[in-house]
């Protein structure tokens, strides 16, 4: 079974705070991503991967980075967090290739910033 | 610039009725669709994917979606509606070598 991990679920971190959101996937996949949701907007794209040290910014890169230095992990950081900065994480995987193929999401990450 | 909207932010369905959520989508060529749903304090589920061909598309749960080029829609639709349906529905799209645009969610409530 495919499986996309992000190792905390729930997290409450003080402003200003370097914020770590961590996820490993286990097939082997070249694409991964970060989206967060909010509700009313939906799913908006953070960063995306393509490969190992390959990135690429999304709708909404400010206040973030990335960092793939393994395949099977793309991590994201919050440099300095802040309220607005509040919100659910999802990672994602997708293998390389037709982009049609089937993306995996993770179970979300719930970030709240005090 | 490329888009995906959902007409719909909130629908209310009596169990047993049928269901149509809108999806509307502004690409520049066709792009690959998709429908996800998400149950309250769940991941996302994908439903039913589009690629080409035929243009009725059948997915889980009893989910079929319809891709009309000359609309740039992508509506999915039940037959009938169960309690367990309600959700947030999400429809996305990309083209190759980009990643997922999703619309902002149209949820669904389901009256007994």
């Known amino acids: 079974d495919v499986k996309v991990t992000q190792s905390s679920r729930y997290l409450v971190k003080r402003t200003g705070e370097k914020v770590f959101l961590e996820c490993v996937q286990d097939?082997?996949?070249?694409?991964m991503f970060w989206y967060r949701q909010d509700p009313g907007l939906g799913l908006r794209l953070i960063y995306f991967?393509?490969?190992?040290?390959?990135?690429e910014k999304g709708d909404i890169p400010e206040g973030y980075s990335v960092s793939r230095e393994k395949k099977e992990r793309f991590s994201l950081i919050l440099e300095s967090a802040s309220t607005n900065q509040t919100s659910m994480y999802l990672c994602a995987s997708r293998r390389q290739g037709d982009s049609g193929n089937t993306i995996y999401f993770g179970e979300g990450s719930w970030l709240t910033v005090v | 610039a490329q888009s995906v909207t959902q007409p719909d932010i909130h629908i209310t369905v009596s169990e047993g009725a049928s269901l149509e959520l809108r999806c509307n989508y502004s690409y520049g060529a066709t792009p690959y669709l998709f429908w996800y749903v998400q149950s309250p304090g769940q991941g996302l589920q994908l439903l039913l994917k589009?690629?080409?061909?035929?243009?009725l598309v059948q997915g889980i749960k009893g989910f079929e979606a319809e891709f009309k080029r000359s609309q740039s829609s992508f509506n999915l639709r039940k037959p009938s509606v169960h309690w367990s349906d309600a959700a947030e529905y999400f429809c996305?799209?990309?083209?190759?070598?980009?990643?997922?645009?999703f619309g902002k969610g149209t949820t669904l409530s389901v009256s007994s």
């Open positions: 991967s393509y490969d190992v040290k390959m990135k």
């Open positions: 097939m082997d996949h070249e694409n």
């Open positions: 589009y690629f080409s061909g035929d243009t």
């Open positions: 996305a799209a990309n083209q190759a070598g980009t990643a997922l645009i």
